[in-house]
Nanobody, 116 residues
Framework: QVQLVESGGGLVQAGGSLRLSCVASGSILHINAMRWYRQTPGNQRVLVAAIHSGGGTNYADSVKGRFTISRDNAWNTVYLHMNSLKPEDTAVYHC??????????WGQGTQVTVSS
């Protein structure tokens, strides 16, 4: 089973930047999208950004203009570039790979903490 491993989280001051990475341990077939979600204690995971196999992207309103999702050409790695971070961006960030007619893949998450 292919595993997704996130990295790049950490503690940053408000206004700072981080880049999250999510690397797949092997090739993934039938990808329809790669996504980043975030989750805070007691709440459900919320979609932050997605990049689709057709090339389009979409973002949560709360991160538009500050976050950028990108991927490598092999669809092996997905990134989340986060700028102008705010304390409300504090969460565990999970990557997700959606596949046609197969279960999604999830990473274990990486903690992002933004101090005020």
């Amino acid at each position: 089973q292919v595993q997704l491993v996130e990295s790049g989280g950490g503690l940053v001051q408000a206004g700072g930047s981080l880049r999250l990475s999510c690397v797949a341990s092997g090739s993934i077939l039938h990808i329809n999208a790669m996504r980043w979600y975030r989750q805070t204690p007691g709440n459900q995971r919320v979609l932050v950004a997605a990049i689709h196999s057709g090339g389009g992207t979409n973002y949560a309103d709360s991160v538009k203009g500050r976050f950028t999702i990108s991927r490598d050409n092999a669809w092996n790695t997905v990134y989340l570039h986060m700028n102008s971070l705010k304390p409300e961006d504090t969460a565990v960030y999970h990557c997700n790979v959606g596949r046609w007619s197969m279960p999604d893949l999830w990473g274990q998450g990486t903690q992002v903490t933004v101090s005020s």
